[in-house]
């Protein structure tokens, strides 16, 4: 077997051209894992003559059901009479174009969706003074004894160190693997997640019939 000696000089260049693969396939596995199918989000503008005030529904959503909800919430609010926008937060929305504002978003191992809580840190002055709802979006610790409560409680930290929303409701999720990213569905299944749609549209409705009543 011959015996060719690689210089200094090749050697860095092969180890660099390794690396640059090396870091080029990570990331790109790294995206495609963390990959989102597409999801609709919905952008609403109720807008009611005469309205008594206009309110502000912002959400954000991985899987799309947490969009839907508030899509219907919007809607029964503009029945009551409102002008309502239905806005995804990363539209960023300026809360001060309303008289309130209903945020939602659904749990992720946890705890609201980052984007949420950036948008409620960058608001937080303005949001103070109104009155605000949060609607919460989950699947576990739905029971109620002491210890779903607490864990269900503990959803909202996040949100309670920069807001203290007026009203706070749960509502249950869904469960759609095919909505989900790679990484999502393979969490999920560790879980042993299955497909299911566990939300409750009357519960829903009777939150935005009663809302800032
Ligand atoms: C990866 C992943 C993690 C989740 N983590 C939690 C959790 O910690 N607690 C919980 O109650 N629900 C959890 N859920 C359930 C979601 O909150 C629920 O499916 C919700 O409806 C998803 O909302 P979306 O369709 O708007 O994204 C999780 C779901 C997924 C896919």
New binding site residues.
């Given amino acids: 077997m011959s015996e060719k000696r690689v210089s200094r000089r090749e050697f860095l260049k092969i180890a660099g051209v390794g690396l640059a693969a090396t870091a080029f396939t990570c990331s790109s596995l790294g995206y495609a894992a963390t990959r989102q199918p597409q999801?609709d989000l919905p952008e609403m503008n109720l807008e009611k003559e005469n309205a008594m005030k206009k309110i502000l529904v912002t959400?954000?959503?991985?899987?799309?059901?947490?969009?839907?909800?508030a899509a219907t919430i919007g809607q029964t609010l503009s029945q009551r009479g409102y002008s309502v926008d239905v806005l995804p937060v990363k539209k960023q929305p300026n809360p001060s174009d309303y008289d309130a504002v209903i945020l939602g978003?659904?749990?992720?191992?946890?705890?609201w969706?980052p984007e949420v809580i950036d948008f409620i840190k960058e608001n937080r002055t303005l949001l103070e003074p109104m009155p605000v709802a949060v609607f919460t979006?989950?699947?576990?610790?739905?029971g109620n004894d002491e210890e779903s409560r607490t864990n269900?409680q503990a959803?909202l930290n996040a949100v309670r160190e920069w807001i203290s929303p007026a009203e706070e409701v749960f509502f249950?999720?869904?469960?759609?693997l095919a909505?989900?990213s790679f990484?999502?569905?393979f969490?999920?299944n560790v879980?042993k997640?299955k497909d299911e749609d566990l939300?409750d549209w009357n519960t829903i409705n009777a939150f935005a019939e009663s809302v800032f009543a």
Avoid: W
Wanted: aromatic content about 4%.
């Fill in positions: 999801v959400y954000s959503t991985r899987a799309g059901s947490t969009a839907e909800i978003s659904p749990i992720r191992m946890g705890s969706l979006v989950h699947m576990l610790n739905s269900r959803y249950l999720g869904k469960m759609e909505k989900l990484l999502d569905r969490i999920s879980m997640a939300r």
